[in-house]
């Protein structure tokens, strides 16, 4: 008797499966990955078939049946992943699982399907009726006529014609046309942003022995894994593409995990612009549909490539040859909801499971991946540039009336205008002031649920709690002593944004923060204004630090260098290292060359002088020795 091991996909916790359904000979064809529709107690749920065994130890006859199978489901290899994530990172094996089925699955949604159009096409008899001018309508003529130049589907007939479909089915019913369904793609939108080289440069000597060496890699039995060290502007993607032609030339499939969904955009458009319609992109901006269909190409093996941020680690490849993690520094990597995965583990994982090689690409390597991978360095960059000077100004010394805004990086960012040059300006909060205080009494707007500060917004004309989203209307008067003098202290991007408008009008200033980008292709839509402005200042958050490359800037400043080393996170340290470090390396990559200014109150702290200093190993070095006093990585886990 053949029976099937069944996942229920619910969200219940204390559910210990899987369960046992004896297979009828009508789904003789089930296998390991499928979903299938089941009966459970009196309801009919959904499950994934993670083992097929011959016996149970539930008595033959009080085994049911399953309903019927749901499409394909996943390959074997992902559901022993879903469920070691299970395990792992203590969810449940539906959350497990759920992470390794097409989209969609169990929603039931219209979109998460295929879409089926119909294909119209000019019979014999239609030219026939052209050519001897039959007795025909307005708009039936016109369709035929548009067919002479090929099939279309009813949804371009629509719009040239304006023809429905009563007037296609007429036109069919007289065997002028005939009509046959097809599954129609859904395909993100192409958002190119910068530029993009469609044909592969000449490699530099260090890229040559980078990938020569990752190549002697790729061809050892069993997985391996290195750091891939290169400083920003090194060229480390020019690497992973040419791993990625060799992988597809032996057949087999690669991911490229990129950090967030801002860097998205451009790190795809790099890759399709190179190898064309066998990338995928999987990614949280995509709609159902779309997601759904770059799912199945990838399942279907007609997509090799999968790009995206943590997610696409699930893409359903098979025979995966290379792994990829780009800036694998990036907090973006770990999961912060059920299932509390990291994708860098799981890439670990899905790499020993296929036997593939591991890379781990950034300038600013965690101390973990410092210590446990053997190092393949790009030191420098490829347009023969030295890294841009970095000039730190102590604001301890700074004259508080002056603003959040230094004089001197006022005067730096004046003068890029006056040169019609491009500016990143960096402040890691959103909002305009991070804190409302009443100037007659003192009393401090927090939020009620979190202890934290209500950071002001003035376009939403509220305050926001940015832990937990409360929002309230800014009030007018305080609540305490109803004095009505309030003042909105600090800065947040918005302030800045206003800021930079009074100063260096008339150049337009763009701001790129969770709340300017939100929905779908916000950031892309923000860079590629910002690319294409003649002499323009990006302004926000740390979005404004990954990935982008835009020759035309030649100055970045962070105003608040020191902000993420207070947070109370023993990674504080190693994120303010590395998010100085990626910004100072978005300046001066075009001929002008560039510049950096850092504004700190902390100006010694290690984080910050290596960043100005460019010393890449120098701060996992020293940052080691004092992990190794505290039972923390890369020493403990
Ligand atoms: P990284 O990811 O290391 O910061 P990128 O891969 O983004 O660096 O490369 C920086 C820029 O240099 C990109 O515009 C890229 O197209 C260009 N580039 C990379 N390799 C070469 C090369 N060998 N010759 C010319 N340009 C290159
Ligand atoms: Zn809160």
Same mark, same amino acid.
């Given at each position: 008797?053949?029976?099937?091991?069944?996942?229920?996909?619910?969200t219940?916790?204390?559910?210990?499966?899987?369960?046992?359904?004896?297979?009828?000979?009508?789904?003789?064809?089930?296998?390991?990955?499928?979903?299938?529709?089941?009966?459970?107690?009196?309801?009919?749920?959904?499950?994934?078939?993670?083992?097929?065994?011959?016996?149970?130890?539930?008595?033959?006859?009080?085994?049911?049946e399953?309903?019927?199978?749901?499409?394909?489901?996943?390959?074997?290899?992902?559901?022993?992943?879903?469920?070691?994530?299970?395990?792992?990172?203590?969810s449940?094996?539906?959350?497990?699982?759920?992470?390794?089925?097409?989209?969609?699955?169990?929603?039931?949604?219209?979109?998460?399907?295929?879409?089926?159009?119909?294909?119209?096409?000019?019979?014999?008899?239609?030219?026939e009726?052209?050519?001897?001018?039959? @007795?025909l309508? *307005?708009?039936?003529? $016109? #369709?035929?006529?548009?067919? =002479?130049?090929?099939?279309m589907? %009813? /949804?371009?007939? !629509?719009?040239?014609?304006g023809?429905?479909g009563?007037?296609?089915?007429?036109?069919?019913?007289?065997?002028?046309?005939k009509?046959?369904?097809?599954?129609?793609?859904?395909?993100?939108e192409?958002?190119?942003?910068?530029?993009?080289?469609?044909?592969?440069?000449?490699?530099?000597?260090?890229?040559?022995?980078?990938?020569?060496?990752?190549?002697?890699?790729?061809d050892?039995?069993?997985?391996?894994?290195?750091l891939?060290?290169?400083?920003?502007?090194?060229?480390?993607?020019?690497?992973?593409?040419?791993?990625?032609?060799?992988?597809?030339? @032996?057949?087999? *499939?690669?991911?490229? $995990? #990129?950090?967030?969904?801002? =860097?998205?955009?451009?790190?795809? %458009? /790099?890759f399709? !612009?190179?190898?064309?319609?066998?990338?995928?992109?999987?990614?949280?901006?995509?709609?159902?549909?779309?997601?759904?269909?770059?799912?199945?190409?990838?399942?279907?093996?007609?997509?090799?490539?999968?790009?995206?941020?943590?997610?696409?680690?699930f893409?359903?490849?098979?025979?995966?040859?290379?792994?990829?993690?780009?800036?694998?520094?990036?907090?973006?990597?770990?999961?912060?909801?059920?299932?509390?995965?990291?994708?860098?583990?799981?890439?670990?994982?899905?790499?020993?499971?296929?036997?593939?090689?591991?890379?781990?690409?950034?300038?600013?390597?965690?101390?973990?991946?410092?210590?446990?991978?053997?190092?393949?360095? =790009?030191?420098?960059?490829?347009? %023969?540039?030295?890294?841009?000077?970095v000039?730190?100004?102590?604001?301890?010394?700074?004259?508080?009336?002056?603003?959040?805004?230094?004089?001197?990086?006022?005067?730096?960012?004046?003068?890029?205008?006056?040169?019609?040059?491009?500016?990143?300006?960096?402040?890691?909060?959103?909002?305009?002031?991070?804190?409302?205080?009443?100037?007659?009494?003192?009393?401090?707007?927090?939020?009620?649920?979190?202890?934290?500060?209500?950071?002001?917004?003035?376009?939403?004309?509220?305050?926001i709690?940015?832990h937990?989203?409360?929002?309230?209307?800014?009030?007018?008067?305080?609540?305490?002593?109803?004095?009505?003098?309030?003042?909105?202290?600090?800065?947040?991007?918005?302030?800045?944004?206003?800021?930079?408008?009074?100063?260096?009008?008339?150049?337009?200033?763009?701001?790129?923060?969770?709340?300017?980008?939100?929905?779908?292709?916000?950031?892309?839509?923000?860079?590629?204004?910002?690319?294409?402005a003649?002499?323009?200042?990006?302004?926000?958050?740390?979005?404004?630090?990954?990935?982008?490359?835009?020759?035309?800037?030649?100055?970045?400043?962070?105003?608040?260098?020191?902000?993420?080393?207070?947070?109370?996170?023993?990674?504080?340290?190693?994120?303010?290292?590395?998010?100085?470090?990626?910004?100072?390396?978005?300046?001066?990559?075009?001929?002008?060359?560039?510049?950096?200014?850092?504004?700190?109150?902390?100006?010694?702290?290690?984080?910050?002088?290596?960043?100005?200093t460019h010393?890449s190993?120098?701060?996992?070095?020293?940052?080691?020795?004092?992990?190794?006093?505290?039972?923390?990585?890369?020493?403990?886990r």
């Amino acid at each position: 008797m053949s029976i099937a091991r069944v996942e229920p996909l619910t969200t219940a916790r204390a559910l210990r499966g899987p369960f046992d359904y004896s297979i009828p000979d009508r789904l003789a064809e089930i296998e390991v990955g499928n979903v299938l529709q089941v009966p459970f107690g009196p309801r009919r749920l959904l499950g994934v078939v993670v083992e097929l065994t011959e016996t149970s130890e539930v008595p033959a006859d009080r085994l049911a049946e399953p309903i019927r199978i749901l499409g394909s489901g996943t390959t074997p290899e992902l559901i022993e992943l879903g469920l070691w994530i299970a395990r792992e990172y203590c969810s449940t094996p539906a959350r497990g699982l759920g992470l390794m089925l097409p989209p969609g699955t169990g929603t039931g949604g219209e979109r998460t399907r295929a879409r089926v159009e119909k294909l119209n096409g000019l019979t014999g008899e239609g030219r026939e009726v052209m050519t001897s001018g039959g @007795r025909l309508g *307005t708009k039936q003529k $016109l #369709v035929l006529t548009s067919l =002479l130049e090929g099939e279309m589907t %009813g /949804r371009e007939l !629509a719009e040239r014609t304006g023809a429905d479909g009563s007037t296609l089915k007429r036109l069919q019913e007289r065997g002028l046309i005939k009509r046959e369904e097809i599954t129609v793609r859904r395909r993100p939108e192409g958002s190119v942003v910068g530029a993009a080289a469609v044909d592969a440069p000449v490699l530099t000597d260090e890229q040559i022995s980078a990938v020569s060496e990752l190549t002697t890699r790729l061809d050892s039995d069993g997985m391996s894994e290195a750091l891939l060290a290169g400083v920003t502007g090194s060229g480390k993607t020019e690497v992973y593409l040419a791993l990625v032609e060799r992988v597809l030339e @032996r057949g087999q *499939t690669a991911i490229v $995990l #990129v950090p967030e969904i801002g =860097l998205t955009p451009q790190a795809v %458009g /790099r890759f399709q !612009a190179r190898l064309g319609d066998r990338v995928a992109v999987l990614h949280s901006a995509l709609s159902a549909g779309q997601r759904y269909d770059e799912w199945q190409r990838l399942r279907t093996g007609e997509a090799t490539v999968c790009v995206g941020p943590r997610s696409a680690i699930f893409a359903p490849v098979q025979d995966l040859g290379l792994i990829v993690i780009d800036e694998e520094h990036d907090p973006s990597y770990k999961q912060e909801s059920d299932p509390r995965y990291d994708a860098r583990q799981v890439a670990h994982k899905r790499a020993k499971a296929n036997g593939s090689l591991l890379v781990l690409g950034t300038a600013t390597p965690r101390p973990e991946t410092w210590r446990a991978l053997d190092r393949i360095d =790009l030191p420098n960059r490829v347009d %023969g540039l030295g890294m841009p000077p970095v000039e730190v100004i102590d604001m301890r010394d700074a004259d508080p009336r002056s603003g959040p805004i230094h004089p001197k990086t006022m005067e730096e960012l004046i003068s890029v205008r006056a040169r019609g040059e491009k500016a990143i300006v960096m402040i890691n909060r959103r909002g305009f002031a991070p804190w409302l205080i009443c100037r007659t009494c003192g009393h401090h707007w927090g939020c009620p649920n979190c202890d934290v500060s209500l950071i002001v917004h003035r376009e939403s004309g509220q305050l926001i709690c940015h832990h937990c989203n409360h929002a309230e209307p800014v009030p007018r008067a305080c609540d305490t002593c109803g004095g009505t003098t309030l003042s909105q202290t600090g800065a947040g991007t918005q302030r800045i944004e206003r800021l930079l408008a009074e100063h260096l009008s008339p150049i337009p200033i763009f701001r790129l923060d969770a709340d300017t980008s939100s929905g779908p292709g916000g950031h892309g839509r923000i860079l590629s204004q910002f690319d294409q402005a003649a002499s323009a200042v990006l302004v926000g958050t740390q979005m404004v630090a990954k990935g982008h490359d835009f020759p035309e800037v030649t100055l970045s400043a962070i105003l608040d260098a020191d902000a993420t080393l207070r947070f109370p996170d023993f990674r504080a340290e190693e994120r303010t290292f590395s998010l100085v470090t990626q910004l100072a390396g978005r300046s001066g990559r075009g001929a002008a060359g560039g510049k950096v200014i850092v504004q700190t109150l902390a100006p010694s702290a290690p984080s910050i002088a290596s960043a100005a200093t460019h010393d890449s190993p120098g701060f996992p070095e020293g940052n080691s020795n004092a992990a190794r006093r505290f039972p923390i990585r890369p020493f403990r886990r």
